[in-house]
C-alpha cells in the first residue's frame, strides 16, 4: 500500500510576499505617487500596462503588451518589476534591441525610479535597488589572464605586439571598469584575446575577485534586482543554455529571474539569427592560430606544447584553407550568398585534421596540474569539438526543420561563413524562454500585423499568453498629416527609370518645403545613392546639413546629428526604420519611399515560403505582408515622438491605393484621413506645420 505523505513537508519555503500589485495601483492610479510625487501626468494606458505586467510578474506568466508611443512602458514595467524583484529576492532582466533604449534605461529610467520611490514611504524599501549592464566576456580585461601574457610576452607575441601589450597594462592601472571600449584607440584584436575575460582561466577559481574587472562585475550582477542586457547577448546565452545550464529549474538568463523583452518586435529575428550555427573561415583561422601561429611561431602551443602539436595546426589550417577555399571558388563565384539543400557540397577535409588535434590538446591537457593553463587547454578542446559537430551537421544536411546555406562578406568579400537557421523560431522560444516556469513581458509599440496581434503571438509560440493592445495618448489626428503621392509609377522593371525620377522629384520637392528636419526611409541601397547623387548638391546650396547612412558614421551618431542640426535631411535604409528617436522639430517629416516588403531572395525567407507553402499556406499572406506592416509600422512611429511633436507622413509607393493590401497599411496609420498628391497638385495641397 502506497502511504500518505504531505509534500509540503519537502517543499522549499515559500517566497515572501510580492506588493508589486498594491504598490503598482497606487503608483499609477490618478492622483496617485507618480502624479502626485513627481508631478508626472496620469495615462491610463501606462497604468493599465502597469497593472497588468505586476500580476503577470506576480503570477509568473506570459503576456504580451503593445503599448503604442507616448504610453511611458518602461516606468511600467521597472517600477513593479523592480518591487516584485526586491520582495522576493529575485532578479528582473531587461532585454532590448537597440544602444539608443538601453542608454534611456541606464541614464533616465532608472534613476526616475529612485525619485519614484523616494516620493513615498511606503517606497522607500526599494529605492536602494541596484542596477548592472550584462555585457560579454570578451569585452572584459583579465588581470590573471594580463600578468600571464606579460608574463610569456616572448612566447605569445611577436616583438611589435610588445607595445600595445604594455599600452594595455598601463591602461590597466587606471580604468574603473577594464571595458575594452574604454581604451581609445581600440586595442589590437590579436593581443586582446590573449588578455580579454573570455576565456576559463578568468574565473572565481583562479582570479582575485577584488582585482578581476570581469569578476567584479559578475558579483555586481549577482547582488543586481535590475540587470540589462541586449537581445542577441540575451539569445547567445539562451542558445548556451541559459539558467537550464546553471541547474535552475526555473528562470530564464539566471536562476530564479523574470524577464522583460522590450522592442519585442524584433525577437523572431534575433532568435533566429542566434539559434543557428554559424561557422567561418575567419573564425577557424583564429581559433586555430590562437593554439598555434605559424608566421609568428606563437600561440597556446608554442609554450605549451611541442613540434608534433604545432605540426597538427599547420595540417588543421591546411585544411581549413582547402575546404574553404573550394567553397567560395565552385559556390560563391557568382553570388554572395547561396543555399545548399543537400549534404555533399564538399569533402569533409578537416574532419579528420581536428579530430588529431582535439585528441593532441587534450592530452596535453592531461599532463598538467590544476591551473589557469589546463583548463584553457580543455576549453580549447571544448571549442574545436563544437566547431568539429557544428562542421559536421553542415555538411550532412541533416536537419529538416533548418535552412543551410554560405555566405561570403567582409571587406574583400574573402570570408566564407556556414549558415543555419530554423525554419521555425517558435519552439525554440517555447522551450528556452516562455515555459521556463517565470513571468516574460514581450512589450513594443508595434507587435500587431494586419490589425491583430495572433500573427506575431504565432511566431514566437506564444499563442496561450495573454495579449493587450493600448494606443499612443498621442493627439495624432491634431499633430500629423498624411500625404500620398498617387503618381509615382508602381515598382516594375519596365518604369524603375521613371519611377527613380519620379521619387528623386517628390522627395526634393517634399523636403525643401519643410522647415524642420526630415528622415527619408529607403527600402533600396541603391536607390538611396542614386537619389542622394541627385540631390545632395541641392541640398547643401539650401543650406540644409544632408547625412547619408553608409558613410561611416554609426545609426546612433546619424541620428545624434540630425538632432542637433534641426533643420538637416537624413537618408537611411533598413536599420533607420526601427530605433530612431528624434523630438522636436528637428524631425518634422518622415518620408517612406517604398513600401517595405522584403525580397524573398534570402535564403531563410525562401525555405520559410516554401515551408507555408507545403503546408497549403500563402507565404506572401502570412509572412510578407505581415513583416512589411510590422516594419511600415515602425517606420511611421518615427515621427511623433512627445505630446507636442507634429510633423508630415509621406509615402511614396502608390500600391498603398492601388492594391488590395494597400488598405491594411492605410489602418497602419493613426489618423484616418490622407491627402493624395500629384504633381499637378502639389503645390496647393500640400500643407507642412510651418
Same mark, same amino acid.
Given at each position: 500500500?502506497?502511504?500518505?505523505?504531505?509534500?509540503?513537508?519537502?517543499?522549499?519555503?515559500?517566497?515572501?510576499? @510580492?506588493?508589486?500589485?498594491?504598490?503598482?495601483?497606487?503608483?499609477?492610479?490618478?492622483?496617485?505617487?507618480? =502624479?502626485?510625487?513627481?508631478?508626472?501626468?496620469?495615462?491610463?494606458?501606462?497604468?493599465?500596462?502597469?497593472?497588468?505586467?505586476?500580476?503577470?510578474?506576480?503570477?509568473?506568466?506570459?503576456?504580451?503588451?503593445?503599448?503604442?508611443?507616448?504610453?511611458?512602458?518602461?516606468?511600467? %514595467?521597472?517600477?513593479?518589476?523592480?518591487?516584485?524583484?526586491?520582495?522576493?529576492?529575485?532578479?528582473?532582466?531587461?532585454?532590448?534591441?537597440?544602444?539608443?533604449?538601453?542608454?534611456?534605461?541606464?541614464?533616465?529610467?532608472?534613476?526616475?525610479?529612485?525619485?519614484?520611490?523616494?516620493?513615498?514611504?511606503?517606497?522607500?524599501?526599494?529605492?536602494?535597488?541596484?542596477?548592472?549592464?550584462?555585457?560579454? !566576456?570578451?569585452?572584459?580585461?583579465?588581470?590573471?589572464?594580463?600578468?600571464?601574457?606579460?608574463?610569456?610576452?616572448?612566447?605569445?607575441?611577436?616583438?611589435?605586439?610588445?607595445?600595445?601589450?604594455?599600452?594595455?597594462?598601463?591602461?590597466?592601472?587606471?580604468?574603473?571598469?577594464?571595458?575594452?571600449?574604454?581604451?581609445?584607440?581600440?586595442?589590437?584584436?590579436?593581443?586582446?584575446?590573449?588578455?580579454?575575460?573570455?576565456?576559463?582561466?578568468?574565473?572565481? !577559481?583562479?582570479?582575485?575577485?577584488?582585482?578581476?574587472?570581469?569578476?567584479?562585475?559578475?558579483?555586481?550582477?549577482?547582488?543586481?534586482?535590475?540587470?540589462?542586457?541586449?537581445?542577441?547577448?540575451?539569445?547567445?546565452?539562451?542558445?548556451? #543554455?541559459?539558467?537550464?545550464?546553471?541547474?535552475?529549474?526555473?528562470?530564464?538568463?539566471?536562476?530564479?529571474?523574470?524577464?522583460?523583452?522590450?522592442?519585442?518586435?524584433?525577437?523572431?529575428?534575433?532568435?533566429?539569427?542566434?539559434?543557428?550555427?554559424?561557422?567561418?573561415?575567419?573564425?577557424?583561422?583564429?581559433?586555430?592560430?590562437?593554439?598555434?601561429?605559424?608566421?609568428?611561431?606563437?600561440?597556446?602551443?608554442?609554450?605549451?606544447?611541442?613540434?608534433?602539436?604545432?605540426?597538427?595546426?599547420? /595540417?588543421?589550417?591546411?585544411? @581549413?584553407?582547402?575546404?574553404?577555399?573550394?567553397?567560395?571558388?565552385?559556390?560563391?563565384?557568382?553570388?554572395?550568398?547561396?543555399?545548399?539543400?543537400?549534404? #555533399?557540397?564538399?569533402?569533409?577535409?578537416?574532419?579528420?585534421?581536428?579530430? !588529431?588535434?582535439?585528441?593532441?590538446? #587534450?592530452?596535453?591537457?592531461?599532463?598538467?596540474?590544476?591551473?589557469?593553463?589546463? /583548463?584553457?587547454?580543455?576549453? =580549447?578542446?571544448?571549442?574545436?569539438? $563544437?566547431?568539429?559537430?557544428?562542421?559536421?551537421?553542415?555538411?550532412?544536411?541533416?536537419?529538416?526543420?533548418?535552412?543551410?546555406?554560405?555566405?561570403?562578406?567582409?571587406?574583400? =568579400?574573402?570570408?566564407?561563413?556556414?549558415?543555419?537557421?530554423?525554419?521555425?523560431?517558435?519552439?525554440?522560444?517555447?522551450?528556452?524562454?516562455?515555459?521556463?516556469?517565470?513571468?516574460?513581458?514581450?512589450?513594443?509599440?508595434?507587435?500587431?500585423?494586419?490589425?491583430?496581434?495572433?500573427?506575431?503571438?504565432?511566431?514566437?509560440?506564444?499563442?496561450?499568453?495573454?495579449?493587450?493592445?493600448?494606443?499612443?495618448?498621442?493627439? %495624432?489626428?491634431?499633430?500629423?498629416?498624411?500625404?500620398?503621392?498617387? /503618381?509615382?509609377?508602381?515598382?516594375?522593371?519596365?518604369?524603375?527609370?521613371?519611377?527613380?525620377?519620379?521619387?528623386?522629384?517628390?522627395?526634393?520637392?517634399?523636403?525643401?518645403?519643410?522647415?524642420?528636419?526630415?528622415?527619408?526611409?529607403?527600402? @533600396?541601397?541603391?536607390?538611396?545613392?542614386?537619389?542622394?547623387?541627385?540631390?545632395?548638391?541641392?541640398?547643401?546650396?539650401?543650406?540644409?546639413?544632408?547625412?547619408?547612412?553608409?558613410?561611416?558614421?554609426?545609426? $546612433?551618431?546619424?541620428?545624434?546629428?540630425?538632432?542637433?542640426?534641426?533643420?538637416?535631411?537624413?537618408?537611411?535604409?533598413?536599420?533607420?526604420?526601427?530605433?530612431?528617436?528624434?523630438?522636436?522639430?528637428?524631425?518634422?517629416?518622415?518620408?517612406?519611399?517604398?513600401?517595405?516588403?522584403?525580397?524573398? @531572395?534570402?535564403?531563410?525567407?525562401?525555405?520559410?515560403?516554401?515551408?507555408?507553402?507545403?503546408?497549403?499556406?500563402?507565404?506572401?499572406?502570412?509572412?510578407?505582408?505581415?513583416?512589411?506592416?510590422?516594419?511600415?509600422? =515602425?517606420?511611421?512611429?518615427?515621427?511623433?515622438?512627445?505630446?507636442?511633436?507634429?510633423?508630415?507622413?509621406?509615402?511614396?509607393?502608390?500600391?498603398?491605393?492601388?492594391?488590395?493590401?494597400?488598405?491594411?497599411?492605410?489602418?497602419?496609420?493613426?489618423?484616418?484621413?490622407?491627402?493624395?498628391?500629384?504633381?499637378?497638385?502639389? /503645390?496647393?495641397?500640400?500643407?507642412?506645420?510651418?
Amino acid at each position: 500500500m502506497i502511504g500518505l505523505r504531505d509534500d509540503n513537508d519537502h517543499l522549499p519555503p515559500a517566497p515572501p510576499p @510580492s506588493h508589486a500589485r498594491e504598490h503598482a495601483a497606487r503608483i499609477f492610479a490618478e492622483g496617485g505617487w507618480l =502624479q502626485e510625487g513627481l508631478q508626472l501626468e496620469h495615462r491610463p494606458q501606462q497604468e493599465q500596462m502597469a497593472r497588468l505586467t505586476a500580476a503577470a510578474f506576480d503570477a509568473d506568466e506570459v503576456l504580451l503588451f503593445e503599448a503604442g508611443t507616448g504610453v511611458g512602458k518602461s516606468l511600467a %514595467y521597472l517600477l513593479p518589476g523592480i518591487i516584485h524583484a526586491t520582495d522576493q529576492s529575485r532578479q528582473l532582466i531587461v532585454s532590448t534591441h537597440t544602444i539608443s533604449l538601453q542608454e534611456q534605461l541606464e541614464s533616465k529610467d532608472l534613476p526616475l525610479c529612485r525619485r519614484v520611490f523616494r516620493s513615498a514611504p511606503e517606497l522607500a524599501p526599494y529605492a536602494d535597488f541596484k542596477s548592472a549592464v550584462l555585457v560579454g !566576456k570578451a569585452n572584459y580585461l583579465c588581470t590573471t589572464r594580463l600578468a600571464a601574457a606579460l608574463r610569456d610576452r616572448q612566447e605569445l607575441f611577436a616583438t611589435p605586439e610588445h607595445s600595445e601589450l604594455q599600452r594595455i597594462a598601463d591602461w590597466a592601472a587606471k580604468t574603473k571598469e577594464g571595458l575594452r571600449h574604454e581604451l581609445s584607440p581600440p586595442p589590437a584584436p590579436d593581443v586582446w584575446e590573449w588578455v580579454n575575460a573570455d576565456s576559463s582561466a578568468c574565473s572565481r !577559481k583562479h582570479c582575485n575577485g577584488e582585482h578581476c574587472f570581469y569578476q567584479r562585475a559578475r558579483a555586481r550582477l549577482r547582488t543586481a534586482q535590475v540587470i540589462i542586457v541586449n537581445h542577441s547577448l540575451l539569445f547567445a546565452h539562451l542558445n548556451a #543554455g541559459g539558467a537550464a545550464e546553471k541547474g535552475g529549474s526555473r528562470g530564464v538568463l539566471f536562476p530564479d529571474d523574470f524577464v522583460v523583452l522590450d522592442e519585442a518586435h524584433t525577437v523572431p529575428e534575433v532568435a533566429t539569427d542566434h539559434f543557428g550555427l554559424r561557422l567561418s573561415s575567419y573564425g577557424t583561422e583564429r581559433m586555430l592560430k590562437y593554439l598555434f601561429n605559424p608566421k609568428t611561431r606563437r600561440g597556446l602551443l608554442a609554450k605549451h606544447g611541442g613540434p608534433m602539436d604545432q605540426q597538427l595546426v599547420l /595540417d588543421a589550417l591546411e585544411a @581549413s584553407a582547402q575546404f574553404f577555399d573550394f567553397l567560395k571558388e565552385k559556390l560563391l563565384h557568382k553570388h554572395p550568398i547561396v543555399r545548399i539543400r543537400e549534404a #555533399g557540397v564538399a569533402e569533409p577535409w578537416l574532419d579528420e585534421p581536428l579530430q !588529431k588535434l582535439i585528441k593532441a590538446v #587534450g592530452n596535453r591537457a592531461d599532463k598538467l596540474d590544476e591551473g589557469p593553463v589546463r /583548463d584553457e587547454l580543455l576549453e =580549447q578542446r571544448g571549442r574545436l569539438k $563544437t566547431y568539429q559537430t557544428g562542421l559536421r551537421q553542415w555538411l550532412n544536411v541533416a536537419d529538416a526543420g533548418s535552412v543551410y546555406w554560405l555566405e561570403r562578406s567582409g571587406r574583400r =568579400q574573402q570570408i566564407v561563413t556556414l549558415r543555419t537557421a530554423p525554419l521555425d523560431i517558435a519552439p525554440y522560444l517555447r522551450e528556452q524562454l516562455l515555459q521556463r516556469g517565470t513571468s516574460v513581458l514581450c512589450t513594443s509599440a508595434t507587435l500587431a500585423m494586419g490589425g491583430g496581434i495572433e500573427p506575431f503571438q504565432a511566431r514566437i509560440g506564444a499563442e496561450e499568453a495573454r495579449a493587450v493592445v493600448v494606443a499612443s495618448p498621442f493627439d %495624432y489626428e491634431r499633430n500629423m498629416r498624411v500625404f500620398i503621392a498617387a /503618381d509615382v509609377p508602381l515598382p516594375s522593371p519596365h518604369e524603375a527609370r521613371l519611377a527613380l525620377e519620379s521619387l528623386t522629384d517628390y522627395i526634393r520637392f517634399c523636403t525643401l518645403r519643410v522647415a524642420g528636419g526630415s528622415l527619408v526611409l529607403f527600402t @533600396s541601397y541603391q536607390d538611396m545613392r542614386h537619389v542622394a547623387a541627385a540631390l545632395q548638391d541641392e541640398f547643401t546650396a539650401a543650406g540644409r546639413p544632408f547625412f547619408l547612412q553608409g558613410e561611416d558614421l554609426s545609426r $546612433t551618431e546619424l541620428t545624434r546629428r540630425l538632432q542637433a542640426a534641426g533643420n538637416g535631411i537624413l537618408f537611411g535604409t533598413d536599420s533607420f526604420w526601427a530605433g530612431v528617436d528624434v523630438p522636436g522639430p528637428a524631425l518634422s517629416q518622415v518620408i517612406i519611399t517604398r513600401l517595405p516588403f522584403d525580397p524573398p @531572395s534570402h535564403p531563410i525567407a525562401e525555405a520559410r515560403a516554401e515551408w507555408v507553402r507545403d503546408r497549403g499556406g500563402n507565404p506572401f499572406n502570412e509572412l510578407t505582408l505581415p513583416d512589411a506592416l510590422m516594419k511600415f509600422r =515602425q517606420g511611421v512611429g518615427r515621427l511623433i515622438r512627445s505630446a507636442t511633436d507634429r510633423g508630415l507622413i509621406i509615402i511614396l509607393d502608390a500600391r498603398v491605393l492601388a492594391k488590395a493590401y494597400g488598405r491594411l497599411f492605410l489602418g497602419c496609420l493613426p489618423v484616418a484621413e490622407h491627402t493624395r498628391l500629384t504633381a499637378a497638385n502639389r /503645390d496647393n495641397l500640400f500643407l507642412p506645420f510651418n
